[in-house]
């Protein structure tokens, strides 16, 4: 799509899934990914042969994606696998695909023009926005609709602010953009939230 051309991300995500800051020319700094801690001084930085290029990340069990179409609500598990395009930048930019699987009964989703390209902006210690360009497909019942993740923002915690031990991506009941399809519903709105599989940190890089 135009996310998760997302998860949704969705997701979604990112797709669901993470980072970058943006400062004056003079004193510009580049966002990255960290596996460990960086701390929370002034600089933040990863420590050396730490930093984070590929990210794998998933809906957790019993918390499924959620499409809303006002018709009918379709579910599906999330799975984003991406690599930063470098270490870091400002924004930090990544591209990678979504997988849906053990959708609603009757219901696929499968992505379009894939990779998904990806864009993290960090506002400030473990949080950072992501927003992004993808496209999905979705068959279901009499429904035969392609949707762009086309003006969703996704929001991004850290494992030092995240409920989750390795910090989450979320996109809760925004709009998805109809690119064309057959008895399709207006308003349709997604819910996403996924989770990396290993504590991912959000930090700047000087």
């Known amino acids: 799509m135009k996310l998760f051309k997302m998860l949704g991300l969705i997701a979604v995500a990112a797709l669901m899934a993470m980072v970058f800051v943006g400062t004056g020319s003079a004193m510009a700094e580049s966002t990255a990914l960290c596996d460990e801690d960086p701390g929370t001084g002034a600089a933040e930085e990863c420590p050396a042969g730490h930093l984070v290029t590929h990210v794998h990340a998933t809906t957790?069990?019993?918390?499924?994606?959620?499409?809303?179409?006002g018709f009918v609500d379709i579910e599906c598990a999330v799975l984003f696998l991406g690599e930063?395009?470098?270490?870091?930048s400002e924004p930090l930019l990544m591209k990678g695909n979504f997988t849906y699987t053990s959708c609603t009964s009757g219901c696929?989703?499968?992505?379009?023009?894939?990779?998904?390209?990806?864009?993290?902006?960090?506002?400030g210690h473990e949080t950072a926005d992501v927003t992004g360009e993808f496209e999905v497909h979705l068959s279901c019942g009499g429904l035969n609709?392609?949707?762009?993740?086309?003006?969703?923002?996704?929001?991004?915690?850290?494992?030092?602010?995240?409920?989750?031990?390795?910090?989450?991506?979320?996109?809760?009941?925004?709009?998805?953009?109809l690119v064309k399809g057959l008895f399709c519903p207006s308003g349709t709105t997604l819910d996403i939230r996924i989770t990396p599989l290993s504590a991912t940190y959000i930090e700047a890089v000087n």
């Open 60 to 69: 957790l069990v019993g918390n499924k994606a959620r499409l809303l179409t």
């Open 84 to 88: 930063a395009i470098g270490e870091s």
């Open 108 to 123: 696929t989703f499968t992505e379009e023009n894939g990779p998904a390209i990806i864009e993290v902006l960090k506002l």
């Open 145 to 177: 609709c392609y949707y762009n993740g086309e003006g969703l923002e996704a929001t991004v915690l850290g494992p030092l602010l995240s409920s989750e031990t390795n910090g989450e991506v979320s996109i809760q009941q925004q709009e998805l953009h």
